[in-house]
């Protein structure tokens, strides 16, 4: 018996090992999932640490502020936030106004030059910076959900600042664009809206930038990151990410809106911006335009683009 024992004694050490090495195999597993996984969270709830440089972003828009006449503005919201933005006027008086919303994760210096596009439309400007985004309060961004009752508070500002009965209008590029679904879609108030390169649904966006970013992880292992991505923003900073999604409100919205996008947009999928159009019932309209890569529709075919809206503005009798 003893003999049987010692020849099995060097099997018996072989599977210990095997299981030890297995053991550590996964915990080496888990632990470059948690990794990955907590990267990932951070870099969709965008820190304050990777907005632009306070100094330059205040000089940018003071610049910005000078050039263009404009007043600056804070609004606080209902959380106990401070938004800080712009006013730019196109002519003393003015009996119109845009609120123009920047993407996730920028802030309003990208319409720096834009913002001459409605002027021309003869539209008074509201530039501001979303939270946790340029100078405005806040560590983390929400895709939307906090974001849309901001714009709320935005709106409510700008009419103060408006003559009574100025017709009213919001301007959303990508993730803006977004927000401004999710705030009409919630029974935010505005005469038109204009909703460029917008998702449909944040988590199904972040999955296809996992896709197209990160295609070293195995498909089979890209739905569950998000899921672990996902729960971690929510345990992380109390975002629950997978409520951010227009297509829930877009059914919701009552205001005449203008959808737009372009063939040529790999980050956000034009059919996601689509979409959007085909599940609104408020009255619509859908221009795919055949140049310019995300969000750059107007950088590409500015002529065609500012026609597109004028017909769009001009058939609701807000501009001649």
Do not use: C
């Amino acid at each position: 018996m003893s003999g049987v024992g010692a020849r099995r004694h060097p099997a018996a050490r072989f599977a210990r090992r095997a299981a030890h090495i297995a053991i550590a195999g996964l915990l080496l597993f888990a632990l470059a999932w948690a990794a990955a996984a907590w990267f990932f969270s951070t870099l969709v709830a965008q820190p304050a640490w990777r907005r632009p440089d306070p100094v330059a972003h205040a000089q940018a828009v003071e610049a910005l502020r000078q050039s263009s006449f404009g007043a600056a503005f804070e609004v606080r919201t209902d959380d106990g936030l401070t938004l800080r933005g712009l006013h730019l006027p196109a002519r003393p008086g003015n009996d119109r106004f845009v609120v123009m919303l920047h993407g996730y994760g920028g802030n309003l210096r990208e319409y720096e030059t834009q913002h001459a596009f409605w002027h021309e439309l003869g539209f008074d400007v509201f530039l501001y910076d979303q939270r946790g985004s340029g100078a405005s309060d806040g560590a983390f961004l929400s895709a939307g959900l906090h974001e849309a009752p901001d714009l709320g508070a935005v709106i409510a500002a700008a009419r103060r600042r408006m003559p009574d009965g100025a017709r009213e209008g919001v301007y959303g590029r990508s993730g803006g664009g977004a927000t401004a679904v999710m705030y009409a879609g919630q029974g935010g108030a505005a005469d038109f809206l204009v909703v460029d390169s917008a998702f449909d649904s944040f988590p199904e966006q972040l999955l296809d930038r996992l896709q197209v970013e990160h295609g070293y992880l195995p498909t089979p292992l890209h739905r569950p990151m998000l899921a672990t991505t996902l729960w971690l923003v929510q345990w992380r900073f109390g975002i629950d990410l997978a409520r951010a999604e227009p297509r829930r409100h877009v059914a919701g919205i009552r205001s005449p809106v203008l959808f737009v996008t372009s063939t040529a947009d790999d980050y956000v999928r034009p059919a996601m911006t689509a979409a959007l159009h085909d599940a609104a019932t408020a009255p619509k309209r859908l221009r795919v335009f055949p140049l310019g890569g995300h969000g750059a529709a107007l950088q590409a075919q500015p002529e065609a683009y500012r026609e597109e809206v004028r017909r769009f503005l001009h058939d609701l009798a807000v501009v001649q």
